[in-house]
Structures are given as structure tokens and as C-alpha cells.
């Protein structure tokens, strides 16, 4: 095993499944385009979560820094990011990466239509991947879990200034603060309503 990476001999297996993942997403999205002449998605963003990262987070959760650990106990090492223009965007690009052959969603959290009480808005799928190479627990073809966030552009835009912000604890009045983003993140979620509903009307319109 390698010692020098807490992914230990499986760190060029989860590089596999993150770029077949890609591969494959950016397939379904130009189908979808030389059809529909539309997007599905403005972009997407696939990493393999880093060493540092993986070893603060195994250490957070009082966790061993271990190979099993990192890739059982947690199951965010291979994430995938999705960015759509619409709402709708986001359920299509769901049900697609759902329909993959390998893949079975072992959980699932619309904070879309259920939204955080601080306003955080997305859609969360925690996959397990087959994949064509033995895993840590012996099975061969194996199978190793991946995360995918899908979001608008509105939510992925209030995801990022409300995660910088939250760190500035000496601001005082935190909670004018976090009432504040609560209030934009709710804004911005009704823009994304109405965005959605113009792009139907003129979908209707044609």
C-alpha cells in the first residue's frame, strides 16, 4: 500500500472513475444539444478530494486516517459539481447521471424544494460507482461512492459568497448577517422561478 497518500493503491482508480464520470456526463449533455438545440448545464467541475482536504476531514470526524476511511466512511472522495442555467436543468441532469448503468444512489437530499434553514439551496446524490477494478473490501468489479451537487447559477453563487462569509466570525451583528443571506438566498430563489417560468412560456410560444 501506498504510505505516502490516505487513498493508500486506490488513488488512480477514483482519477478512473472521475474522469469516466466526465466523459460520460459531457456525452449525455451533447446529445442533448444536437437535439434540443439547449443546454443542459453551463458547467461542471469533477475532482478527486485532495490529500489535505480528505486528511482535515477524516481528522473533523474523529475518524482513522486510513484507505477505509477515506473511502467508507466518508463518501465525498470523488465529487462532481453541476452548474445549470434553470431549475429544471437541475432534475434532467438528475435523472440522467441517475440512469447510468453503473451507478445506484444510496442517497438523496433536495435542498431545492426543502431548502436549509439558512437559505442553502441544492441537490445532493451520493452514488456508488462500479467500477472494472477490485475495491477495499475485496470485490472485484468494485464499487467506491461519489458525490454530486447540482445547482443553479443563482445557488451556486450564494453557496460560494455565504461559505467565505461564514468564516469572519469577528464581524459583529452575525445575526443581522445570516438573516441577511437568508433573505437574498430566498430572492435569488424566486429569480430562479421566474426564470424558469419565462423560459416555459417562450418554450410554449414556439
Known sequence: MDENTVYGDYLDVLGYIKDDLEKRINAYSAEYARTTGEKLFEHFTARV???ESMR????????ELTPRS?????????????ICSFVDDVYTNAEKIKAFDNIRVVEEKDYIRHAKP???RSYHLICEVEAPFPDIDGRDP???FCEIQLRTIAMDSWAS????????????DQELVVAELKRVAD???SCDLSMQT???IIRERE
Open 56 to 63: 482535515e476531514k477524516l481528522e473533523r470526524k474523529g475518524l
Open 161 to 172: 459568497l455565504e461559505h467565505e462569509m461564514k468564516y469572519k466570525k469577528s464581524v459583529k
Open 142 to 144: 468494485g464499487r467506491y
Open 187 to 189: 430572492e435569488l430563489a
Open 49 to 51: 478530494k485532495s490529500e
Open 198 to 200: 419565462i423560459k416555459n
Open 70 to 82: 477515506a473511502l467508507r466512511e466518508v463518501r465525498d472522495s470523488i465529487g462532481i459539481r453541476i
Open 118 to 120: 439558512n437559505g442553502y
